[in-house]
Antibody, heavy 119, light 106 residues
């Protein structure tokens, strides 16, 4: 069974750094792109970026380029989303997603990780 | 960037009735369109891809149609578990999501 299991909720202060994780199982982690999707409170879905764990090729949505860093460690089947300096506007639910092997659609989703940034 | 506009923003439907949701693209996306369902407190799940192909395990009451710039998701007879928010997503030119349609109980 394919599963994406994300790290837990985080409460941080503005200016702090953060790295959240997403562990894949039940499939060949290195062979599928893993992406991140943001959902701000009460809002819609926004694609942030995507990484191919096999060679760490990474693509970012223009809206998130330079704002976050996406990485992966294929040896432990885990992808990461990282901020160096959080802002209150980063408060959101973050989902990791697996991209279908042939199409840019997301066939499996993690359970989500709520990040709250507040002073 | 391709913009997807979903309408209506909210759709009030009685159980057992038919629901029709629309997704319009700012330029042609061919048939490279997917639909997702998100229930409260849950992650979205893939319903439809290729504009009209149901994903694994999706009931036949969900159907998708359209191509180019105009797309429709139809739920033939709404069940209680279908009240949710629905998003379209294009993948013809990288990817973007629509703003969502909330299907609520009338």
């Amino acid at each position: 069974e394919v599963q994406l299991v994300q790290s837990g909720a985080e409460v941080k202060k503005p200016g702090e750094s953060l790295k959240i994780s997403c562990k894949g199982s039940g499939y060949s982690f290195s062979s599928y792109w893993i992406g991140w999707v943001r959902q701000m409170p009460g809002k819609g879905l926004e694609w942030m970026g995507i990484i191919y764990p096999g060679d760490s090729d990474t693509k970012y949505s223009p809206s998130f380029q330079g704002q976050v860093t996406i990485s992966a460690d294929k040896s432990i089947s885990t992808a990461y989303l990282q901020w160096s300096s959080l802002r209150a506007s980063d408060t959101a639910m973050y989902y990791c997603v697996r991209r279908d092997i042939a199409m840019v659609i997301f066939d499996y989703w993690g359970q989500g990780a709520l990040v709250t940034v507040s002073s | 960037e391709i913009v997807l506009t979903q309408s209506p923003a909210t759709l009030s439907v009685s159980p057992g009735e038919r629901a029709t949701l629309s997704c319009r693209a700012s330029q042609s996306v061919s048939s490279n369109l997917a639909w997702y369902q998100q229930k409260p407190g849950q992650a979205p799940r893939l319903l439809i891809y290729g504009a009209s192909t149901r994903a694994t395990g999706i009931p036949a009451r969900f159907s998708g149609s359209g191509s180019g710039t105009e797309f429709t998701l139809t739920i033939s007879s709404l069940q209680s578990e279908d009240f949710a928010v629905y998003y379209c997503q294009q993948y013809n030119n990288w990817l973007t999501f629509g703003g969502g349609t909330k299907v609520e109980i009338k």
